[in-house]
Antibody
Framework: EVELVESGGGLVKPGESLRVSCAASGFSFSSAWMSWVRQAPGKGPEWVGRIKSKGDGGTTDYAEAVKDRFTVSRDDSRNMWYLYMDSLKTEDTAIYYC??????????WGQGTPVTVSS | EIVMTQSPATLSVSPGERVTLSCRASQSVNNKLAWYQQKPGQAPRLLIYDAFIRATGIPARFSGSGSGTEFTLTVSSLQSEDFAVYYCQQYNHWPPYTFGQGTKLEIK
């Protein structure tokens, strides 16, 4: 069974950095593409960034709102994905979810980790 | 960026009724369309992917249809646990994958 578990969220001040993690199990991690999605309080979900498998180039893509501030990475030896967030703004306050798509059973989400950016 | 538009924003219905939610894409997303249910304090729960395939464990009263730019989610007979917010999401075009703004199902 696919399981995604996020961790590392917390309270930070504007301009600070934070790294959140996603531990994955139950599927072929090295061949999976992974995305980070966030949801601000009272809002709908918003795609943040994506990383392809190394076999597909390992490239990353980002939403305009976070480009040049956020970095998605992966450690296939540990079945871990990461989202490094730099120069955080108050509008980055949200629950951050890791997600992955499998053509056999669709999208899988973790339970999310909350990030609050406030002075 | 593909814009996903859901209608209506809010729908007041009674348990046992049949309900249809709509999702429109600003350009074709083929069949790369998912539907989610979200309750307060919970992560979105996948209901439908690839426009019409029910996710594992999803009751048969949920069904999805459509392709291209027009999609629908139908709940054949609403149960009390179905009152929630529903989102559609396209994953045919990047960047970015985009969500609709949501439809809230509330009890009449």
């Amino acid at each position: 069974e696919v399981e995604l578990v996020e961790s590392g969220g917390g309270l930070v001040k504007p301009g600070e950095s934070l790294r959140v993690s996603c531990a994955a199990s139950g599927f072929s991690f090295s061949s999976a593409w992974m995305s980070w999605v966030r949801q601000a309080p009272g809002k709908g979900p918003e795609w943040v960034g994506r990383i392809k498998s190394k076999g597909d180039g390992g490239t990353t893509d980002y939403a305009e709102a976070v480009k040049d501030r956020f970095t998605v990475s992966r450690d296939d030896s540990r079945n871990m994905w990461y989202l490094y967030m730099d120069s955080l703004k108050t509008e980055d306050t949200a629950i951050y979810y890791c997600t992955t798509y499998n053509r056999n059973n669709g999208w899988h989400w973790g339970q999310g980790t909350p990030v609050t950016v406030s002075s | 960026e593909i814009v996903m538009t859901q209608s209506p924003a809010t729908l007041s219905v009674s348990p046992g009724e049949r309900v249809t939610l709509s999702c429109r894409a600003s350009q074709s997303v083929n069949n790369k369309l998912a539907w989610y249910q979200q309750k307060p304090g919970q992560a979105p729960r996948l209901l439908i992917y690839d426009a019409f395939i029910r996710a594992t464990g999803i009751p048969a009263r949920f069904s999805g249809s459509g392709s291209g730019t027009e999609f629908t989610l139908t709940v054949s007979s609403l149960q009390s646990e179905d009152f929630a917010v529903y989102y559609c999401q396209q994953y045919n075009h990047w960047p970015p994958y985009t969500f609709g703004q949501g439809t809230k199902l509330e009890i009449k």
